[in-house]
């Protein structure tokens, strides 16, 4: 300990020097505002810092962009580049077209799938009926004994659902 105390016995007269003309503004305003950092670590091990935690990731995608065998990347003319753009463009909105068009007929079945169940759900109130046989093909319609076999399980419940994938995809060894 002795050692420590005594370097710190040296310097501490000439860190109070420095210190107090860097407060009397001696230094220039450049050098005065380098000196003042928001960080408590020293510039030079925050730069060491950086080149530490480079992300692999990063790395990786320099690689196999820069390597010899990744072809160049295209460079087209302006009236090229204008076809070009131009085609892909009209290919966007043909597949946009397209897809809109799923989507309409998945919403006119749902649509048609909803309304006959609402009219098997209501069909018994118009005719008077009330009781126990009040909305009995609604109920019909929505039971689901024997579709999965006997004794049978839903594919939904074949295994929990969680945000990964299996550890093994498939069990080549399962058999009945």
Same mark, same amino acid.
């Given at each position: 300990?002795?050692?420590?105390?005594? $370097?710190?016995?040296?310097?501490? +007269?000439?860190?109070?020097?420095?210190?107090?003309?860097?407060?009397?503004?001696?230094?220039?305003?450049?050098?005065?505002?380098?000196?003042?950092?928001?960080?408590?670590?020293? !510039?030079?091990?925050?730069?060491? /810092?950086?080149? @530490?935690?480079?992300?692999?990731? $990063?790395?990786?995608? =320099?690689?196999?962009?820069?390597? +010899?065998?990744?072809?160049? !990347?295209?460079?087209?003319?302006?009236?090229?580049?204008?076809?070009? &753009?131009? $085609?892909?463009?009209?290919?966007?909105?043909?597949?946009?077209?397209?897809?809109?068009?799923?989507?309409?007929?998945?919403? =006119?079945?749902?649509?048609?799938?909803?309304?006959?169940?609402?009219?098997?759900?209501?069909? /018994?109130?118009?005719?008077? @009926?009330?009781?126990?046989?009040?909305?009995?093909?609604?109920?019909?319609?929505?039971? @689901?004994?024997?579709?999965?076999? @006997?004794?049978?399980?839903?594919?939904?419940?074949?295994?929990?659902?969680?945000?990964?994938?299996? =550890?093994?995809?498939? /069990?080549?060894? &399962?058999?009945?």
């Amino acid at each position: 300990m002795a050692p420590h105390s005594s $370097i710190r016995h040296l310097i501490s +007269p000439l860190l109070q020097t420095f210190r107090t003309s860097l407060t009397q503004n001696v230094l220039p305003p450049a050098l005065l505002s380098s000196s003042r950092t928001f960080s408590s670590t020293s !510039p030079t091990s925050a730069k060491n /810092d950086k080149k @530490k935690s480079i992300d692999p990731r $990063i790395t990786l995608i =320099r690689y196999h962009l820069q390597h +010899p065998a990744t072809p160049r !990347p295209l460079k087209f003319s302006r009236m090229r580049a204008l076809r070009h &753009w131009t $085609i892909h463009r009209a290919w966007m909105l043909a597949l946009r077209k397209k897809l809109e068009a799923e989507e309409l007929e998945l919403q =006119r079945m749902y649509q048609s799938m909803h309304n006959a169940m609402e009219e098997l759900r209501t069909m /018994d109130e118009r005719d008077g @009926k009330t009781g126990r046989d009040s909305g009995r093909l609604y109920r019909v319609a929505l039971e @689901k004994k024997g579709i999965f076999g @006997k004794e049978g399980v839903p594919v939904e419940y074949a295994r929990l659902q969680t945000d990964t994938p299996a =550890r093994e995809a498939w /069990d080549h060894s &399962w058999t009945r």
